[in-house]
Each structure stands twice: as structure tokens, then as C-alpha cells.
């Protein structure tokens, strides 16, 4: 079955970076486009950023343009966000979602990790 | 796009009918011809769960009281029958024009 895995989160002081990591099991990976998106606590979902199954094209929100980074490593069928230069803001739960092979929805989702930004 | 929810909650009776709407700053019609705009439910406690993409494609597992409708601008989420574990919020999501989620409807049981 389908499972993606979160790690990484953590406690950071604002300023500092993270790097999250998804892991995927009981699919094709390289099939498939991968998201990040994030709750902060009590707060709804906000995508966040999205890479194409080939690593082709990256988007991000303009909330993280800039300071964060979406990569793959098909060979690790594993999903990364690098965040850097942390806010007090960017503190929330982050969930790695698969991308639907169509209709550019995401149809599996991760338990998330959380991630504190605080000094 | 933004992305505009209401009710944003719904208290609604076991057995009873609920709809949710969601309105889009600009048409969702994709130039490939598709819109994009998809359903999802998040219990409490779990992470999102995707019911509906493309305006009316139930996703696999999603019970039939699930359904959708709309196009262009508004959307349209129903459940026929609202059983105790559809509590949760509800959200539409666009994907476009890049990915945005609405601000969510809570559905609750009076």
C-alpha cells in the first residue's frame, strides 16, 4: 500500500535552517509529482511547494520563494524540503502528498512532521 | 487564485444532507481543457484525505454520498447522507494556476 513517511522536523531558532525528508513505499515514485504543504497549529492546509515526477519543474508559494527548496532522490524514492533563513511563521505541521497521476490532486498524504521555529 | 469557502461551519444532523461551497477569484478552466479543482476532508487528528478531483471524480474508497459539481467559478461539495464520521474540515483546492487550498468548513454533528 501507498505510505509516505515524514522526518526532520524539530525545533529551530528563527534564522537557521531544516531539512525535511518523505519517504515513499508501495508505489512507483518516479511516477508520480510530489508536494509539500503545511498547517500551522489550528490553521488550515497552505501548499507550500511541488516537483514534477522528473525533477523537471519546481513551484513554491511566495510565502517560501527563495528560502526553500523542493528536490527528489528517486534512487531513495525519498522527497526533500531544504528550509532555510526559518520564520516564526513557517512553524507548522509540513505533509508530503503524492500527486495523482490525473486530475493534479493530491491523493496520498504522510502523517506530517512538525516543525518549531523559536529561540 | 483565491479560493472562497462557505459556509466555514456547517452543523448538520446524522442522516441529513450538507453542501459546501467554494468560489474561485478566476475561472478554473485549465488551457488543456481540464479544471482542476479537487475536494478533501481532514478528520481530526489525521492528515487530509483527497474525495474529489477534477469537480466530480470521486477518488478510490470515497463512499458514494460524496459528490461534486460546478464549473468555472463555483464549486459544489454534497453529502447526501452525512454519517458521525464525516466530522471535519472540508477544504476545495485549485491546481490550475499554481496549488491553493480554501480556508476550510468545519462540518459538525448537532
Known amino acids: 500500500q501507498v505510505q509516505l513517511v515524514e522526518s526532520g522536523g524539530g525545533v529551530v531558532q528563527p534564522g537557521r535552517s531544516l531539512r525535511l525528508s518523505c519517504t515513499a513505499s508501495?508505489?512507483?515514485?518516479?511516477?508520480?509529482?510530489m508536494h509539500w504543504v503545511r498547517q500551522a497549529p489550528g490553521k488550515g492546509l497552505e501548499w507550500v511547494a511541488v516537483i514534477w515526477y522528473d525533477g523537471s519543474k519546481k513551484y513554491y508559494a511566495d510565502s517560501v520563494k527563495g528560502r526553500f527548496t523542493i528536490s527528489r532522490d528517486d534512487s531513495r524514492n525519498t522527497l526533500y524540503l531544504q528550509m532555510n533563513s526559518l520564520r516564526a511563521e513557517d512553524a507548522a505541521v509540513y505533509f508530503c502528498a503524492r500527486d495523482h497521476i490525473v486530475g493534479a490532486a493530491p491523493d496520498y498524504w504522510g502523517q506530517g512532521t512538525l516543525v518549531t521555529v523559536s529561540s | 487564485i483565491v479560493m472562497t469557502q462557505t459556509p466555514l461551519s456547517s452543523p448538520v444532523t446524522v442522516g441529513q444532507p450538507a453542501s459546501i461551497s467554494c468560489r474561485s477569484s478566476q475561472s478554473l478552466v485549465h488551457s488543456d481543457g481540464n479544471t482542476y479543482l479537487s475536494w478533501l476532508q481532514q478528520r481530526p487528528g489525521q492528515p487530509p484525505r483527497l474525495l474529489i478531483y477534477?469537480?466530480?471524480n470521486r477518488f478510490s474508497g470515497v463512499p458514494d454520498r460524496f459528490s461534486g459539481t460546478g464549473a468555472g467559478t463555483d464549486f459544489t461539495l454534497k453529502i447526501s447522507r452525512v454519517e458521525a464520521e464525516d466530522v471535519g474540515v472540508y477544504y476545495c483546492m485549485q491546481a490550475t494556476q499554481s496549488w491553493t487550498f480554501g480556508q476550510g468548513t468545519k462540518v459538525e454533528i448537532k
Open positions: 508501495g508505489f512507483t515514485f518516479n511516477n508520480h509529482g
Open positions: 477534477e469537480i466530480s
